[in-house]
């Protein structure tokens, strides 16, 4: 049973309570209201005259983009990851499982009430040190979990994988840059014609969906930081897999350099993980990080001019080449 905002009460109220999660006798759903805007899975916070909770379910495609198909099975993978994390250094950084309803691909998790993620931070150009240094401390605990068993995700990778290291270098791409900022179509052209750079990108790409033995949050962007007075969450790890720890710190090192316009935060981020890094792997996953976000369709509220933007991506292409 597919629920949205628009479903009435009485069919959260019929499908919590044969999942056995409300008490009918005394628990009734007062409201249902959107969290925020949720790029891959419905996310709904429902409030009744007891409690507050919220519920994700995947749909066989994208929520946003719904042309764009994906697997329903995905939010298995958010439980699976959830389950894995049995580290108390991080429980109190990433919401608890309330429920898990396989047949209606619904996971219900705790409501961490009023937070905000952190793509406020592009617009801040900064971020503050002890906050990057406990969102690399997150990862890394994130890092040491050991599942005995743990999915694939091979059919959500794969959809990854082309938007990461593919789509935004197609020479004949039919994605108009510049309707999202004039001059960024010509930019673009230059690291799509150029060959060397890309066969770099595509041994990268064949790392990322190759097996690994690291657990990864799949996703760790500001996206999927959340913040609610000086404390950090870590949320959405639909993309998770076993993998290389360099592609989440490489991934967080991207975005640190957009936000701050400042390579430096790379040299920061190396030194206060715990473990050894390939820091050529590092740097090659923050160049195409850096890259596939300003030319290609998963574009970020990042307001930069093209003069910026024309610099963040020969830093870019020398993370990656270097």
Known sequence: MYLDAHSSISDFENCLNNMGFLDPKQEQILSIKKPGEGNMNVVLRVRTNIRSFIIKQSRPFVQKYQEITAPIERIDVEYQFYKAITNKTIAPHI???????????LLILEDLGDCKDMSYLYNDRTIATPQLHQLIDIA???HKSTPVAYPENMELRLLNHQHIFVLPFLKDSEFSLDAIQEGLQELAL????DDALKKEIAKVG?????????LLHGDYYPGSWMTKENHTYVIDPEFSFMGFAEFDIGVMAAHSVMITMNIDCLETIQNRYPS???????????GIEIMRRLI??????LKRSIHEKKLLLKMARALILD
């Open 276 to 286: 050894k890094l390939n820091r050529s792997l590092l740097a090659q996953v923050a």
């Open 95 to 105: 919401p608890k499982i309330l429920a898990y309803n396989a047949e209606n691909y």
């Open 190 to 193: 230059i690291y799509r014609n």
């Open 140 to 142: 890394s605990e994130i």
């Open 206 to 214: 064949e790392q990322y969906l190759s097996a690994g033995n690291t």
């Open 296 to 301: 290609g369709l998963a574009q970020l509220p």
